[in-house]
């Protein structure tokens, strides 16, 4: 955990140096334009401090798509709100913005931010778990995609992989589209 603890400092400060000097934003666009026609909901997030922006993203798919944002509720999985471009928005108590109109929408593909990642897919987010336990809802209904987004400068050599991690199908930076799994 104190291991994590480092990691996570670590991380925070590597992604501010790389943010705003670089965008992953484009990748992200193409490799959703891939899986476009073929599945569901698509959430994103709505940025906080210096996590990349997706929302140009977001803002072109919900014209094609339906798009969620996340909605958390202590430690439950995270719930989703169907957003729209123009939507009213409210701040919800860790400071991260979300549609005021609770319209719940089920994701088959979802947008994760993060803080680091390793060359095997694993994930290091602020440590709630809150994608871990979304994901392993989600995932025995149905097909779920999950795509870590970051800064080509989060990669870490190697992340501590905890039993709970649940893997990511796609990591996306500004350098390059990495794919894991089938
Ligand atoms: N934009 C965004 N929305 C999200 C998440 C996220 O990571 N980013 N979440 C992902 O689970 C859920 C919310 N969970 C959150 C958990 C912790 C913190 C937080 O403030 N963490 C650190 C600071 C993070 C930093 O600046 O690097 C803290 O506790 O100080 C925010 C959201 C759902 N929505
Ligand atoms: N499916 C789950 N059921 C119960 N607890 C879980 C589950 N997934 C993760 N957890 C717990 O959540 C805690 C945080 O996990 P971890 O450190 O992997 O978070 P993280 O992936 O870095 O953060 P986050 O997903 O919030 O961005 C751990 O104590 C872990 O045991």
Do not use: N
């Not at 666009?29 to 569901?40: R, S």
């Not at 913005?97 to 979802?110: G, M, N, Q, R, S």
């Amino acid at each position: 955990m104190t291991d994590k603890t480092a990691l996570r400092a670590e991380a925070r400060a590597r992604r501010a140096a790389a943010h705003g000097t670089v965008d992953p934003a484009p990748a992200l666009a193409q490799l959703l334009a891939e899986i476009d026609a073929t599945t569901g909901p698509v959430s994103f997030f709505w940025p906080i401090r210096t996590e990349i922006d997706p929302r140009p993203v977001m803002e072109g798919l919900a014209r094609r798509r339906d798009v969620c944002l996340p909605v958390t509720t202590g430690y439950a999985p995270l719930a989703f709100r169907r957003w729209q471009p123009g939507a009213a928005m409210e701040v919800d108590g860790f400071g991260v913005a979300i549609p005021a109109v609770d319209d719940p929408v089920t994701p088959e593909v979802l947008v994760v931010p993060m803080l680091a990642f390793d060359d095997a897919g694993h994930r290091l987010g602020y440590g709630a778990g809150h994608y871990d336990r979304t994901l392993a809802k989600l995932r025995p209904s149905g097909p779920v995609t999950a795509i870590g987004l970051a800064y080509e400068a989060q990669w870490t050599e190697r992340l501590p992989a905890e039993p709970t991690d649940q893997p990511l199908d796609a990591i996306v930076t500004e350098a390059r589209i990495r794919r894991f799994g089938a």
